[in-house]
């Protein structure tokens, strides 16, 4: 069973950098793209990163070049580093996951992904 949890969100100020993680079990990693959103208040989600099979990174425009994707294989682990943050941050985080074919790409709209964490608070104050 595909399982994925999130860790690492909290409350932090402005200008500060986090680290989130996401801890994955019950499929191949490898085999999976993976992504994160994010989720303001009664807005819908959405993706700010994805990585392809093979690594291959993709970042939302809007997120300004502030957020960096990366995976390590070895440990199942799916990061989403953020730098500079900013109050416009401040929202659930979720990490997402589903079997792809593309070896060097991976999709940033959430209807691909079918299997969600629970997600991660992060609370930016000024």
């Known amino acids: 069973q595909v399982h994925l949890a999130e860790s690492g969100g909290g409350s932090i100020e402005a200008g500060g950098s986090l680290t989130l993680s996401c801890a994955t079990s019950?499929?191949?990693?490898?085999?999976?793209?993976m992504a994160w959103f994010r989720q303001f208040p009664e807005k819908q989600r959405e993706g700010v990163a994805a990585?392809?099979?093979?690594?291959?990174?993709r970042h939302s425009s809007s997120v300004g070049g502030r957020f960096t994707i990366s995976k390590d294989n070895a440990k199942n682990t799916l990061y989403l580093q953020i730098d500079n943050l900013e109050p416009g941050d401040t929202a659930m985080y979720y990490c997402?996951?589903?079997?792809?074919?593309?070896?060097?790409?991976?999709?940033?709209?959430?209807?691909?992904?079918?299997?969600w964490g629970q997600g991660t608070p992060v609370t930016v104050s000024s």
């Open positions: 997402a996951a589903n079997p792809c074919d593309w070896l060097n790409w991976a999709p940033l709209g959430p209807d691909f992904y079918h299997s």
């Open positions: 019950g499929f191949s990693f490898t085999l999976y793209c």
């Open positions: 990585i392809a099979r093979d690594g291959t990174p």
